[in-house]
């Protein structure tokens, strides 16, 4: 499982996951944007907000996995640490991915270098407020998965060389 934060490396982590190990991979914003369109037109804030909806992911990525015995990766914004339970930790690597110890410039800067296409569809204003709350809710996030035990991987320098050490780590065991 690869959550956390917007544009911290869960889709990137999970290309090279599936290039090593051909993983499946559950793209959780296709399945939100569908679900918007089709069940249920709330806001990504309002489904993201709604414990139904992250069971529902969660979900997804369980039959997968159980029904159709894949290897598979889950990428989403959409589960919280406080989601995740004993059971997942037993049975599934989980990393939570975020952006700590850097200003909003630099975050911004970052993007503009490494994801053109992304920051060309917003507002210099509306990327500063991006990068503000994806840093605050880093913060928040790594605090949750302190508290349960989980990992947070810190993306904001060198985010490639981390992928690669994780994919190592992965190898290793």
């Not at 917007?6 to 944007?33: C, P, Q, V, W």
């Not at 029904?67 to 990393?95: G, R």
Request: hydrophobic share 35%.
């Amino acid at each position: 499982m690869l959550l956390g934060i917007s544009r911290a490396g869960k889709s990137t982590f999970s290309n090279m996951l599936h290039e090593k190990y051909s993983y499946n991979i559950i793209h959780a914003d296709m399945i939100k944007a569908s679900y918007q369109k089709h069940i249920d037109n709330k806001t990504s804030l309002e489904l993201k907000n709604s414990n139904d909806y992250r069971l529902f992911i969660k979900d997804i990525f369980y039959h997968e996995v159980k029904y159709n015995k894949t290897n598979c990766v889950i990428d989403t914004v959409d589960i919280f640490p406080e989601d995740i339970t004993d059971s997942d930790k037993k049975n599934y690597l989980i990393y939570f991915f975020g952006y700590l110890n850097i200003e909003w410039e630099e975050l911004i800067d970052i993007w503009k270098k490494t994801d053109l296409e992304f920051t060309k569809k917003f507002t210099e204003e509306e990327l500063i407020a991006k990068a503000k709350r994806g840093i605050e809710n880093s913060k928040i996030i790594k605090d949750k998965c302190e508290k349960y035990g989980l990992v947070f991987i810190d993306t904001a320098y060198n985010r490639d060389e981390t992928l690669k050490k994780l994919l190592s780590n992965i190898d290793k065991n």
